[in-house]
């Protein structure tokens, strides 16, 4: 079946660290990847997002890594700040006909920023 | 914050009961999607709605059905409701010619329903 995990539920980390979430998929059909960040009480928020014809992509602090022989992706932190202390959802999308729109969420990574 | 909105923000009701939540989406997107997040897990898909149309479905019994309006603002309708539908009910939107466009999603703040 479908399914899309994360190696770790917790990962604690100092700040001004770079932060590293592993994620696992189990799809080879899928070609849409994104990141998602959820703080306490709200709705997850679009962090960076990859296609498979990419194996990285960059943006502000965060850099996403797919690699699609082993079917892992990854999202680094650069100088992670407390205000990154959230859970962090991969999510993956295969884009058949009936499925645009469907994500397939992992269980979900708590980051802890430690002061 | 996104353009997204979702009422009521909290719900409460008991077994057998129906609910109906509430989202507008944000200006200009035409597609909705609907998710069901059980406390620690990921979001689920529910469904998406495109152009007042029911398309794509997760694995969610019939008795989870929706509305999308001319205005693209949606329904999730939950009858008989039982304990394991207790959730944050999410709501995303996007925008996109057709709904194979990859864009995207925004996410409301959620609904979060208790059954009793």
Redo the contacts between chains.
């Keep these: 079946g479908e399914s899309v995990g994360l190696h770790l539920p917790t990962l604690s980390v100092q700040e001004g660290d770079n932060s590293i979430i592993n994620c696992a998929y189990s799809n080879s059909a899928s070609d849409y990847f994104i990141w998602y960040k959820q703080e306490s009480g709200k709705g997850p928020q679009f962090i960076i997002d990859i296609r498979s014809n990419m194996d990285k992509r960059q943006g502000q602090r965060v850099t996403v890594l797919l690699n699609k022989t082993v079917k892992h992706l990854s999202l680094q932190i650069a100088a992670t700040q407390p205000g990154d202390s959230a859970v962090y959802f991969c999510a993956e999308n295969n884009g058949r006909p009936g499925n645009t729109g469907k994500l397939i969420f992992g269980q979900g990574t708590t980051l802890q920023v430690k002061p | 914050e996104?353009g997204?909105t979702q009422s009521p923000t909290h719900l409460i009701k008991t077994r057998g009961q129906q609910v109906t939540l509430r989202c507008s989406s944000q200006s200009g997107h035409n597609?909705v999607?609907w998710?069901q997040q059980a406390l620690?897990?990921?979001?689920?898909?529910i469904f998406?709605y495109?152009r007042e149309e029911e398309?794509?479905?997760?694995n969610f019994p019939p008795r989870f059905s929706g509305l999308q309006f001319p205005n693209y603002s949606s329904e999730l309708n939950v009858n008989a409701l039982e304990l394991d539908d207790s959730a944050l009910y999410?709501c995303?939107s996007?925008s996109g010619a057709t709904?194979?466009?990859?864009n995207?999603?925004?996410?409301?703040?959620?609904t979060r329903l208790t059954v009793l």
């Design positions: 996104t997204v597609t999607s998710y620690g897990q990921g979001p689920q898909f998406q495109y398309n794509g479905r997760g999410l995303a996007r709904p194979a466009s990859y995207e999603q925004f996410f409301g703040p959620g």
